[in-house]
């Protein structure tokens, strides 16, 4: 049984920082990408940041500069740090990954709970 676990999320001053991470835990063959997603009340889902196996990351515009997602590969752990936060940042961070089984499975998508993130102006 694969699982994803977000933690770090919290309130925070505009103009402040946070740091989100998240571990994939179970029996794990391979992961492929990894990123985070957002979602606030009454918006759709949306790709905040994303990176490859090899480390190559994908930002939407709107946080281009301000947030930047690594990841530990022999830990099954992507990491999001936000910086300049801004309260139009404020929803719930979902972590998804891309995970192998085992050897003969597929890539199957992964999603942990989320955690908030709320800026205040």
């Known amino acids: 049984q694969v699982q994803l676990v977000e933690s770090g999320g919290g309130l925070v001053q505009a103009g402040g920082s946070l740091r989100l991470s998240c571990a994939a835990s179970?029996?794990?063959?391979?992961?492929?990408?990894m990123g985070w997603y957002r979602q606030a009340p009454g918006n759709q889902r949306e790709l905040v940041a994303s990176?490859?196996?090899?480390?190559?990351?994908n930002y939407a515009d709107s946080v281009k500069g301000r947030l930047i997602i690594s990841r530990d590969n022999a830990k099954d752990m992507v990491y999001l740090q936000m910086n300049s936060l801004k309260p139009e940042d404020t929803a719930v961070y979902l972590c998804?990954?891309?995970?192998?089984?085992?050897?003969?499975?597929?890539?199957?998508?992964?999603w942990g709970q989320g955690t908030q993130v709320t800026v205040s102006s």
């Open positions: 179970g029996s794990i063959f391979r992961s492929d990408a």
């Open positions: 998804n990954a891309r995970l192998k089984v085992h050897f003969y499975s597929g890539f199957t998508d992964y």
């Open positions: 990176i490859t196996s090899g480390g190559s990351t």
